[in-house]
Nanobody
Framework: QVQVVESGGGLVQPGGSLRLSCAAS????????MSWYRQAPGKERELVAT???????NYANSVKGRFTISRDNAENTVYLQMNSLTPDDTAVYYC???????????WGKGTLVTVSL
């Protein structure tokens, strides 16, 4: 059974850090392009960061220099290290796995990140 499960969200103060994890099961994520998206209240879902199966990374301008996406193929897990968090980073964060040529597209259920005093 294919599953994508996010974890690591929570409440953090402005300026703090969190590390999100995305654990895959039922497939090998090393063959997939992995991304983190987020959706803030009342806003559309937006792409935060992407890592290809070759290790190339790309980030939204709003998180460049603060967030780092990485993957551990041995653990079948992708991470999002988030530093210098601000209230604007408050959102539900979703993990996405895509393999375009095989039309495979998997989503997790999300993990809530709240940045507040």
């Amino acid at each position: 059974q294919v599953q994508v499960v996010e974890s690591g969200g929570g409440l953090v103060q402005p300026g703090g850090s969190l590390r999100l994890s995305c654990a895959a099961s039922g497939f090998t994520l090393s063959s997939f392009v992995m991304s983190w998206y987020r959706q803030a209240p009342g806003k559309e879902r937006e792409l935060v960061a992407t890592i290809t199966n070759g290790g190339y990374t790309n980030y939204a301008n709003s998180v460049k220099g603060r967030f780092t996406i990485s993957r551990d193929n041995a653990e079948n897990t992708v991470y999002l290290q988030m530093n210098s968090l601000t209230p604007d980073d408050t959102a539900v964060y979703y993990c996405n796995a895509v393999r375009v040529l095989l039309r495979m597209n998997y989503w997790g259920k999300g993990t809530l990140v709240t940045v507040s005093l």
